[in-house]
């Protein structure tokens, strides 16, 4: 049995970065060849019979009880045996490591119903979400019947209030099933326990489709409760005929009260109200544009119009543009901040070239980096970035409190010794 002792815990810590990547990679290529032994230990107790023997009725018991084995995990594992052992194509890819033992169980049984060379070629090198998608599309889809129960209650004490969409930002607002009793005094106030919903559907790959733009749109902090139901409000907004009748009596309330405000000025002897115009040399650009001086000078500001947000959301596709040294891109969709490249701080520019698109942790790495690097190059030009790090002891940014816009047009103080925004 290996066990991590003390003093390799130690030594993995002295570690520069480069060498722990590489380390966790030789670790997992250890355990890709030990699952490898597992499972041809499974098909030979299984030839043998072995697990009767042992006093067990079947190989799951056996992985179960005698290898305390989850029962999804113990049957991952038999599946991925017994089509090793049928398919030796699919062995070799297990060996190459160009599948794993999870993506070789989910396509056991398609193997067994469909072309063995096709899947097998056509699952090479996948990860396991895109096999899940090649095995759906071999797939018939099953009926599912629409079908809205309740599921159960939420305490007060447990309930947590929804994130609801407030626009294009996600704001924590109460959630539309709390009902407050009593005074109106918030001391006096009163909750009762919300009443939850279990909803099921299938849908549409554009449905798919148009959801996860939804959620790339959204980009913070995001469930497909808030999301549908910002769209279902959308839609009542727009066509329930009861809301429609609600807003033409605000609108006519509106300018009644207007009229009658103009004619008690008249009464009193005084001009009625112009609109606001814009005077002097400030045009309407720049009152869209606060970041423009009112003597047609710019001014410095770290106001970012919408349509340049628009544009940076566009041109990188709602995605973190983060790339590391091997040309791998991050993913995250979410928590998606517009980032200067060349800092503000030190006279970079508002333009399309110098802002991109990163998520929240990209972005506070970016910023420890360019910390780090400043710190160097002021006390020792020539030190080595990886020497900067202490193993145990935590790394302050030398920046203070900096100010960062996510995609939604918010602008936030970011603390760089914490994930917590103050607007």
Same mark, same amino acid.
């Given at each position: 049995?290996?066990?991590? $002792?003390?003093?390799?815990?130690?030594?993995?810590? %002295?570690?520069?970065?480069?060498?722990?990547? !590489?380390?966790?990679?030789?670790?997992?290529? /250890?355990?890709?060849?030990?699952?490898?032994?597992?499972? =041809?230990?499974? /098909?030979?107790?299984?030839?043998?019979?072995?697990?009767?023997?042992?006093?067990?009725?079947?190989?799951?018991?056996? +992985?179960?009880?005698?290898?305390?084995?989850?029962?999804?995990? #113990?049957?991952?594992?038999? *599946?991925?045996?017994?089509?090793? &052992?049928?398919?030796?194509?699919?062995?070799?890819?297990?060996?190459?490591?160009?599948?794993?033992?999870?993506?070789?169980?989910?396509?056991?049984?398609?193997?067994?119903?469909? @072309?063995?060379?096709?899947?097998?070629?056509?699952?090479?090198? &996948?990860?396991?979400?895109?096999?899940?998608?090649?095995?759906?599309?071999?797939?018939?889809?099953?009926?599912?019947?629409?079908?809205?129960?309740?599921?159960?209650?939420?305490?007060?004490?447990? @309930?947590?209030? @929804?994130?609801?969409?407030?626009?294009?930002?996600?704001?924590?607002?109460?959630?539309?099933?709390?009902?407050?009793?009593?005074?109106?005094?918030? !001391?006096?106030? !009163? =909750?009762?326990?919300?009443?939850?919903?279990?909803?099921?559907?299938?849908?549409?790959?554009?449905?798919?489709?148009?959801?996860?733009?939804?959620?790339?749109?959204?980009?913070?902090?995001?469930?497909?409760?808030?999301?549908?139901?910002?769209?279902?409000?959308?839609?009542?907004? &727009?066509?329930?005929?009861?809301?429609?009748?609600?807003?033409?009596?605000?609108?006519?309330?509106?300018?009644?009260?207007?009229?009658?405000?103009?004619?008690?000025?008249? *009464?009193?002897?005084?001009?009625?109200?112009?609109?606001?115009?814009?005077?002097?040399?400030?045009?309407?650009?720049?009152?869209?544009?606060?970041?423009?001086?009112?003597?047609?000078?710019?001014?410095?500001?770290?106001?970012?119009? #919408?349509?340049?947000?628009?544009?940076?959301?566009?041109?990188?596709?709602?995605?973190? $543009?983060?790339?590391?040294?091997?040309?791998?891109?991050?993913?995250? #969709?979410?928590?998606? %901040?517009?980032?200067?490249?060349?800092?503000?701080?030190?006279?970079?520019?508002?333009?399309?070239? @110098?802002?991109?698109?990163?998520?929240?942790?990209?972005?506070?790495?970016?910023?420890?980096?360019?910390?780090?690097?400043?710190?160097?190059?002021?006390?020792?030009?020539? #030190?080595? %970035?990886?020497?900067?790090?202490?193993?145990?002891?935590? %790394?302050?940014?030398?920046?203070?409190?900096?100010?960062?816009?996510?995609?939604?047009?918010?602008?936030?103080? !970011? +603390?760089?010794?914490?994930?917590?925004?103050?607007?």
């Amino acid at each position: 049995m290996i066990v991590m $002792t003390k003093k390799m815990k130690r030594s993995i810590e %002295q570690l520069s970065n480069n060498a722990v990547i !590489q380390e966790g990679d030789r670790a997992v290529r /250890n355990e890709h060849s030990l699952l490898i032994s597992i499972l =041809e230990c499974l /098909n030979e107790i299984e030839k043998r019979s072995l697990y009767l023997k042992e006093g067990y009725s079947s190989l799951f018991a056996f +992985c179960t009880c005698r290898w305390r084995y989850s029962p999804s995990k #113990a049957g991952r594992s038999i *599946a991925a045996a017994r089509c090793m &052992k049928k398919f030796p194509a699919a062995r070799m890819l297990l060996v190459d490591r160009k599948i794993t033992v999870c993506g070789l169980a989910k396509i056991a049984r398609l193997l067994a119903e469909g @072309n063995p060379e096709e899947i097998l070629r056509s699952v090479s090198g &996948k990860t396991f979400v895109e096999i899940e998608k090649i095995v759906a599309s071999h797939q018939t889809a099953p009926t599912v019947r629409e079908s809205v129960r309740p599921i159960g209650l939420i305490e007060p004490a447990d @309930n947590v209030p @929804n994130r609801e969409v407030n626009g294009d930002l996600f704001q924590v607002e109460e959630s539309p099933y709390h009902t407050h009793v009593g005074s109106d005094s918030r !001391q006096d106030l !009163q =909750e009762v326990p919300e009443q939850r919903y279990e909803i099921r559907f299938s849908a549409s790959e554009e449905f798919c489709r148009d959801l996860e733009r939804a959620k790339r749109v959204c980009s913070r902090s995001w469930s497909l409760e808030a999301i549908l139901g910002r769209a279902m409000k959308d839609l009542l907004e &727009k066509r329930d005929p009861e809301r429609k009748e609600a807003r033409r009596k605000k609108k006519e309330a509106r300018k009644q009260s207007k009229s009658e405000g103009q004619a008690r000025r008249l *009464a009193k002897g005084i001009s009625p109200v112009k609109p606001a115009t814009v005077s002097g040399s400030q045009t309407a650009e720049e009152k869209e544009y606060p970041g423009k001086g009112t003597e047609g000078l710019p001014v410095r500001s770290r106001h970012i119009p #919408a349509p340049l947000r628009d544009a940076v959301f566009n041109r990188d596709r709602g995605r973190c $543009t983060y790339t590391s040294s091997l040309g791998i891109r991050c993913d995250s #969709a979410a928590h998606l %901040q517009i980032d200067h490249i060349t800092p503000f701080c030190r006279g970079g520019e508002l333009s399309l070239k @110098n802002l991109r698109l990163l998520c929240g942790k990209h972005n506070r790495l970016a910023a420890r980096e360019m910390s780090l690097t400043k710190r160097s190059e002021t006390e020792d030009p020539g #030190a080595d %970035q990886e020497s900067a790090y202490v193993p145990g002891q935590p %790394q302050s940014l030398a920046r203070g409190p900096r100010r960062t816009w996510c995609v939604d047009g918010r602008d936030r103080w !970011q +603390c760089p010794r914490s994930s917590r925004y103050r607007g």
